[in-house]
């Protein structure tokens, strides 16, 4: 699609070559931004405790750009098949008029939302976890540059989602390239471990941070309705002041009062994982594969 707007023609490799250099710029650009801000240049008021590691620092690059390939070549069939018309893509943001627009969105996240939460359940399942989830679990205390640290086959299982609903339900080009594009923006924000928006319907960064920490809680994508509704949930202030996790795991933009000032009480969580259940958790992670 991509390629049409550029000018050039649709073949198999032009779309790798954008996928991948495209993804390499955007990868590095997004990520290496939200690191300086947040663990650089405001590590100071974001992460006063972080040190950097440049050894895990390079670990989580490499499978940054490992994925970034694989999921290149494992995406290019998608593009092609828009490119040549078999998709129900379509350009014209009017052509169907407002109401569908508005409509085919909804349906579009209900749709996507549903499947990663299902998919990526299925990816914390042992034999799937140990051979593609794996990689991305690596860091419990996670970095900007974990965003896009995944075996190729993870990263893509959780992307195809958003890539078949074109190919069954009309919907807007423009609708697809922005989902794409915030898709990325999201993945860095949900991992530089601070929170900017509270509260408890979308899947905040903390959400995600829990979800490093405790393996098998907050699978959702951008809501946190499924979690709630299976009952694998957790709260990020109720955690933080249940006092549980080191205070590294978890910031927020502006900071939350200290856990011994304020009276809030840690309530009751549809997702409670036992000790034996994160000492169990973290020998899996740290076992060789």
Same mark, same amino acid.
């Given at each position: 699609?991509?390629?049409?707007?550029?000018?050039? #023609?649709?073949?198999?490799?032009?779309?790798?070559?954008?996928?991948?250099?495209?993804?390499?710029?955007?990868?590095?650009?997004?990520?290496?931004?939200?690191?300086?801000?947040?663990?650089?240049?405001?590590?100071?008021?974001?992460?006063?405790?972080?040190?950097?590691?440049? %050894?895990?620092?390079?670990?989580?690059?490499?499978?940054?750009?490992?994925?970034?390939?694989?999921?290149?070549?494992?995406?290019?069939?998608?593009?092609?098949?828009?490119?040549?018309?078999?998709?129900?893509?379509?350009?014209?943001?009017?052509?169907?008029?407002?109401?569908?627009?508005?409509?085919?969105?909804?349906?579009?996240?209900?749709?996507?939302? @549903?499947?990663?939460?299902?998919?990526?359940?299925?990816?914390?399942?042992?034999?799937?976890?140990?051979?593609?989830?794996?990689?991305?679990?690596?860091?419990?205390?996670?970095?900007?540059?974990?965003?896009?640290?995944?075996?190729?086959?993870?990263?893509?299982?959780?992307?195809?989602? @958003?890539?078949?609903?074109?190919?069954?339900?009309?919907?807007?080009?423009?609708? /697809?390239?922005?989902?794409?594009?915030?898709?990325?923006?999201?993945?860095?924000?949900?991992?530089?471990?601070?929170?900017?928006?509270?509260?408890?319907?979308?899947?905040?960064?903390?959400?995600?941070?829990?979800?490093?920490?405790?393996?098998?809680?907050?699978?959702?994508?951008?809501? @946190?309705?499924?979690?709630?509704?299976?009952?694998?949930?957790?709260?990020? #202030?109720? #955690?933080? /002041?249940?006092?549980?996790?080191?205070?590294?795991?978890?910031?927020?933009?502006?900071?939350?009062?200290?856990?011994?000032?304020? @009276?809030?009480?840690?309530?009751?969580?549809?997702?409670?994982?036992?000790?034996?259940?994160?000492?169990?958790?973290?020998?899996?992670?740290? #076992?060789? %594969?």
């Amino acid at each position: 699609m991509l390629i049409t707007l550029l000018g050039l #023609e649709e073949t198999a490799l032009n779309q790798f070559l954008l996928l991948f250099f495209g993804g390499l710029v955007a990868y590095f650009g997004v990520s290496g931004l939200s690191y300086l801000i947040f663990f650089v240049w405001g590590r100071r008021y974001f992460h006063p405790t972080y040190v950097a590691d440049s %050894a895990v620092l390079r670990d989580q690059m490499k499978w940054g750009v490992y994925g970034t390939i694989g999921n290149a070549v494992l995406t290019v069939p998608f593009h092609w098949g828009i490119a040549n018309g078999y998709s129900q893509i379509y350009w014209d943001p009017m052509e169907r008029g407002l109401p569908y627009l508005l409509l085919s969105i909804v349906l579009y996240l209900a749709f996507t939302e @549903t499947c990663v939460y299902w998919v990526h359940r299925a990816l914390h399942r042992p034999w799937l976890f140990k051979h593609i989830h794996k990689p991305h679990h690596k860091w419990r205390e996670s970095t900007s540059f974990v965003s896009m640290a995944f075996h190729p086959l993870d990263s893509f299982a959780q992307a195809v989602p @958003t890539h078949i609903f074109a190919f069954f339900v009309p919907l807007n080009a423009w609708v /697809y390239l922005v989902v794409l594009a915030f898709i990325m923006t999201w993945t860095v924000m949900i991992h530089d471990r601070v929170t900017v928006v509270r509260g408890s319907i979308v899947n905040t960064c903390n959400h995600h941070s829990l979800h490093h920490w405790y393996f098998r809680v907050n699978y959702g994508q951008f809501f @946190t309705f499924w979690d709630k509704l299976m009952g694998t949930w957790m709260d990020p #202030e109720a #955690e933080y /002041y249940r006092g549980k996790i080191p205070e590294s795991v978890m910031r927020w933009a502006p900071p939350l009062p200290p856990r011994s000032a304020s @009276t809030k009480v840690a309530t009751a969580q549809a997702a409670m994982p036992s000790e034996a259940d994160v000492i169990a958790d973290t020998q899996t992670i740290t #076992e060789s %594969a």
